[in-house]
Structures are given as C-alpha cells and as structure tokens.
C-alpha cells in the first residue's frame, strides 16, 4: 500500500526565509519494512507475543519517504534482506560522514547479518568503508553535532568504538552513558536540530532522565540551550527525529515536543510510525544520512 501527500499536506519551506531557521539539503538512506515483523526480543518495546502488521508498517513507512522526497530530500534505498526484520533501521547501518562509511557491528546475534549488508550497500555506493573492530550500532549511538560526534554507550555500542570512530573521522567524540534501557540508542534520547550552526551554535533536545549524571554535566555546559523533553513525548520515541534545520520530521504523537519546537522557531512534521514503534523504532531509527 502506498500513501500519496499532496503538496498541501507538507509545510510551505518558500517562507522559511522570515525564520533564523533555514532548511538544507539532505541525502538519507531508506530500507522498506517488507519483511517487519517482531519474532524476538532485544529491547523493552519488542514483545513478540503482541502480533505487528507488515502491511501497516510499510503503509507507515511509505509516508514517512512520502514526507521526506516532499521535502526535497534525496533518498536512497537498499534493499531489504529475508530474515533481517529489523533492517528497516537503517540508522543502525553505519555512520557515513566526509565521504567515508564507518560500518556497524550488531551486539545482538539477531541482528549481526545486517552489519555486512550495509557495508556491502555503502562499497556500491562509492563510499570508502570502514570495516569496524569493535561493536558499535551506527548512527544509533553516533550524532554529529557540527564538528562534533556525541557517542552512546551503556547498551549496544561499546565504549571502544568511540576511540575507533575518533581515529576513522579525525573529530572530536563526546562519549555520552545511557543509563534507562527504553533509550538504548543514543538517537532515542537525543535529536540534533541544526545540521548547520544558527548564530554559530547548534541546538539539540534530549530527555535528562536518559542519561548518568556526568553525561548530563557534558550536555548541560555544552548545550545550554537545549530543548528538554517530557517523560510523555519521549515514552514514544519523540526524540527519535530528524531535522533539516527548520522541518522537524517527528512522532505524530509528541505534542509538547511539537510545542517547543514551533516555539523555537522550527517547523515540525508529524508522522505515524506506531507499527514500527513496536520494534523499538521511530523517525530517525529509519533515517541514516549520507554526507559525502
């Protein structure tokens, strides 16, 4: 099934000149959810007793790349693998920065074929792989924040990887300790909001709750502007978003995180991906962006 937007339906970017905010262009890869369905359980959000509609979820994730090209977005797609459910993800895949893809490898058995098959993905796509050694989930624990990559640890990536990653891309890592196993994904608890500096800062919104206390230190003198999150807007993946730094594609659902973004300034798209919600992902888990 696929869901057409009309023009109507998405917001009108041609007056986004009387904003501080200003959308850029983005390149993201896609993976269809033909083959979702929820047979394990390896986050807190999967219960493979509740039964999933694949036919739902590729209805759900069809407007969501509807949104997206309708934003001017290039998208890219691979394609999905039998046997890998949860390679919708595709956030999970690597972390793709200055033409160089550095590839994922998966903590959980379940998921580890998916790491070759992106890496395989990015060779075809002209990007320079980087194989990794130690276990990291892509740009689910790996945000770039201007010159800066915050890192996530405390549930799928290791901490190692955070020394890999800073030695592949020659940046500056932040690592950053979840300590709430709902947020097991750096990319559940926090959501970059400006890909490019706004009056040479970059905002963020994060849920406090999600992180140790040294880690709340970290973000809380470098982002002192951050937007927080409620417990409620978060409890369905809220956070889970991705901005082109005026549109914020977000969970339909997350109201009071919609609020402050229209207050800041921002222009938030709401989308229904509740039927992928129930393998723990959201808007930015389906998301991996490209920079060449």
Known sequence: MSLTIEPSDLPDTTTRRDSARVASHRTILMCRPEHFTVSYKINPWMDPAKPTDTSLALAQWQTLYDTYVGLGFDVELIDPEAGLPDMV????????????????????????????????????????????????????????????????????????????????????????TLVNPSFYHLDTAIAVLDPEPVDGRHTIAYLESAFDDASLAILRQRFPDAILVSEEDAAILGLNSYSDGYNVVIAARATGFERQLRERGYNPVGVDLSELLLGGGGVKCCTLELRR
């Open 89 to 176: 993800y595709a956030a999970n895949g690597g972390f793709v920065l200055d033409g160089i893809a550095y590839g994922a490898r998966f903590t959980y058995p379940e998921r580890q074929a998916e790491g070759p098959a992106y890496m395989r993905w990015f060779a075809s796509a002209g990007f320079e792989v980087a194989e990794p050694v130690e276990t990291n989930e892509g740009e689910g624990d790996f945000l770039l924040v201007g010159d800066v990559i915050l890192a996530g640890t405390g549930f799928r990536t290791d901490s190692s990887s955070h020394d890999e990653v800073a030695r592949v891309f020659g940046r500056e890592v932040v690592s950053l």
